[in-house]
């Protein structure tokens, strides 16, 4: 799996805006396993709603392109 040099919305690992898979790629973890950390920890926070999180890093989260990976 090629590995982000900065954190960027994966161009490979979408689901819907490619957020969690960009974590995933950036952090060298399994795009699953981010997605259910997230979404566990998402359903445990009464404090801020996870889709609220997902929206605000789709927003500031840069695209990936071909110059994005290593």
């Not at 689901?15 to 997605?35: D, F, K, L, N, Q």
């Not at 997230?38 to 359903?43: C, E, G, L, Y």
């Amino acid at each position: 799996m090629a590995k982000l040099a900065k954190l960027h919305r994966s161009q490979n690992n979408r689901m819907i805006a490619g957020v969690m898979g960009g974590v995933a790629e950036y952090v060298g973890w399994s795009p699953t396993w981010v997605r259910l950390l997230f979404f566990i920890v998402s359903t445990l926070s009464a404090a801020v709603p996870g889709i609220l999180i997902y929206i605000i890093l789709w927003i500031i989260m840069p695209k990936a392109n071909g110059q994005s990976y290593q």
